[in-house]
């Protein structure tokens, strides 16, 4: 099996301090990610590193500039406790029916959600996605759909290239089939729940483990 899942879009890198976590992973890689956007509503914003293959790395975490959402951020932002891997994206060009063939092999990744946020430059990016949460384990991917709107990686990103990417679990075969289900595939170990990648830098290879940058 190919170490990187077919259709990766990106992974998510949250934080509950967005700057911190910029600042480490310039200091380990050598790579400065660029600014993203802001979530209007949601109280977060993002910065984002290409990993090569048409795909990103999104760091997010709480935007200071905003008030404090009505709900809770995105991706259990306010529940953690340090930067953490919590989840990965897959892209689809037609998220329908994507949705619509996950369900009729047997796994509801949830309805279509429309979202946007506006580039540091002004201009406004209009997705489809479904719930990041749908699978408590944050190893099955969400589907994502970028309609007419400019990749995010292909906005002139700087890029840490992604060499590997793999997860570990405690039951792996629970874990398969939903994969399956969704067209994709991750190298999946026995162990806690978490995700690993591997990262070529200007500063060597670096790993991501499930809640940091590693040497």
């Known amino acids: 099996m190919d170490t990187i899942p077919p259709a ?3 992974l998510v890198l949250a934080t509950p301090d967005l700057a911190a976590t910029v600042a ?15 979530h209007v509503g949601l109280g977060t914003r993002n910065h984002l590193v290409a990993l090569g293959g048409g795909g990103y790395l999104e760091i997010v975490g709480p935007d200071p500039e905003q008030s404090d959402p009505e709900g809770p951020r995105p991706f259990g932002v306010d529940g953690l406790a340090g930067p953490r891997t919590v989840t990965w994206a897959i892209r689809t060009t ?10 009729a092999r047997g796994y509801d990744p949830g309805p279509a959600i429309p979202m946007s946020r506006r580039t540091p430059e002004g201009t406004l990016l209009r997705w489809r996605l479904t719930d990041s949460a749908a699978h408590p384990s944050g190893l099955v991917p969400f589907l994502i759909d970028w ?17 590997k990417l793999s997860a570990t679990t405690p039951v792996p075969e629970e874990i398969q089939p ?3 289900a969704l067209g994709t595939e991750l190298v999946l170990t026995r162990g806690p729940v978490g995700m690993s990648y591997t990262l070529d830098t200007p500063r060597g290879p670096v790993t991501f483990d499930a809640s940091s940058i590693c040497r």
């Open 24 to 38: 480490d992973f310039t200091e380990r890689t050598g790579v400065v990610p660029a600014a993203g956007g802001v």
């Open 94 to 103: 037609d998220l329908d029916a994507t949705i619509a063939s996950a369900r």
């Open 8 to 10: 990766l879009d990106h």
């Open 178 to 180: 939903v994969l399956s």
């Open 147 to 163: 309609g007419t709107s400019v990749h995010p990686s292909a906005s002139g990103l700087p890029t840490t290239p992604l060499l």
